[in-house]
C-alpha cells in the first residue's frame, strides 16, 4: 500500500498533467467544437480534489495523540527521576 505523501505527490502530478492539457487545448489553432474528452478531463478533475481534500482530512493514528503519548513520555521522566532522586539521598 502506497503511504500518503506518494498518493498525493502522484494525484497532485495527474492534476498538473490535465491542467497542462487544458492550456494546450485552449493555445490550440484548431480548437474541436465538440470535446468530449474536455469532460472526461473535468470529472478525473474532480475526483483528483475530492481524492486529494480526503486524504488531507485523514490522520494517521500518531497524529492525533501525539500530545498524549508526549505528556505521558514527560510525566514518566519526571517521576523516574524523582524516584531515583529520592533513592539516592
Known sequence: MWSQ???LALLNEELRSIET???LREYSVHPE???NSREAREQR????LAEIE???AERTWFEGHATD???AL???A????VTFHFLVR
Open 33 to 35: 467544437g465538440n470535446d
Open 54 to 56: 480526503r486524504l488531507k
Open 69 to 71: 503519548v508526549t505528556v
Open 74 to 76: 514527560l510525566l514518566c
Open 21 to 23: 492539457l487544458e492550456r
Open 5 to 7: 505523501q506518494e498518493r
Open 78 to 81: 519526571a517521576t523516574a527521576y
Open 45 to 48: 478533475r474532480a475526483e483528483i
